[in-house]
């Protein structure tokens, strides 16, 4: 094993350790992961996510208010936070009430969905959660194509994902920061923006975290 893949893996385990997460392998009595999930592929550890997502250009996704996400919502987004979650993982949801506030400080040319994996065969759990921390946004419970694609390329929840205009993949969050996480989550957000030559925002009230990076 080469001494880059070893400084790999332990990136990934400090970064797990650092922000809560769940393997989605976690609980398998549960939830066992989608069918193809890559088990062993190299997901090496960089930045504030893993490398390995596939772009999103070819698919088709329904939502919880039984619209659909299509390609032209990522054209009409200078970046898209796509969050992707779980009913039964508990990071995810202590994590919910704060991304809902966090979503309203967004400005318009920045988009904000979750995904929750076991949303179409638990609506009620999902829906309960989002109430309760009120998540005013749309929620992703199907998809074929790349959002399924993207959603096996997941190793753990929560994971969010920068998506550009273009239907690249331009950073992710993986796991949930303990604290600040509206101020994480900006910084994450601005190195997004500035990868995809795009100017950095502030948000009203957000003090951007120093990720040491």
Sequence with gaps: MSLKRIVSILLVILSVVALGSCGKNEDPGEYEGPEGFVKDQDYSYKGDGFSGFPSLKSFEAGTDDGSSFTYDDLVSRDMTLINIWATWCGPCVNE??????????????????????????????????????????????????????????????????????????????????????????????????????????????????????
Excluded: H, W
């Design 96 to 213: 919910m009430p704060e991304l809902a506030q966090f979503t309203v400080l967004l400005p318009g040319n920045i988009g904000f969905y979750t995904l929750c994996v076991d949303g179409y065969e638990d609506t009620g759990s999902m829906a309960s959660i989002l109430g309760k921390a009120g998540y005013k946004g749309k929620t992703i419970i199907s998809g074929t194509g790349d959002i399924g694609n993207l959603v096996d390329s997941a190793m753990y929840v929560p994971t969010t994902v920068f998506v550009d205009s273009s239907g690249q993949i331009a950073g992710s969050v993986v796991g949930s920061p303990r604290e600040n996480l509206a101020g994480y989550y900006l910084a994450a957000l601005n190195r997004a923006l500035e990868s995809s030559g795009m100017s950095r925002i502030t948000l009203p009230g957000v003090e951007e975290a120093d990720t040491d990076e």
